[in-house]
């Protein structure tokens, strides 16, 4: 997911698809510690969007107009 697309959703959304995302976070770690996991960069790839997700949320409850993708 782009930051675009990100931004365009409301706070409550963010909010929603932030805690989804944690829950996939989890499940992640519980196959790649019992061995299930077989492409580990998933889970980098989840800590990234978790931290879009987080950063995006924030900008939006302090007012911060950000026009364009970092």
Known sequence: ????EIRLM???EIS???QETKQ???LLRF????GQ???TSKI???KKLIARFETILREK???INTKGEA
Do not use: Y
């Open 44 to 46: 980098q790839n989840v």
């Open 10 to 12: 409301s706070i409550d």
């Open 1 to 4: 997911m782009k930051n675009s």
């Open 37 to 39: 996991l077989t492409d």
């Open 16 to 18: 929603s698809k932030l």
């Open 24 to 26: 996939g976070f989890m």
């Open 61 to 63: 409850q302090l007012g």
């Open 31 to 34: 196959q790649s510690v019992s």
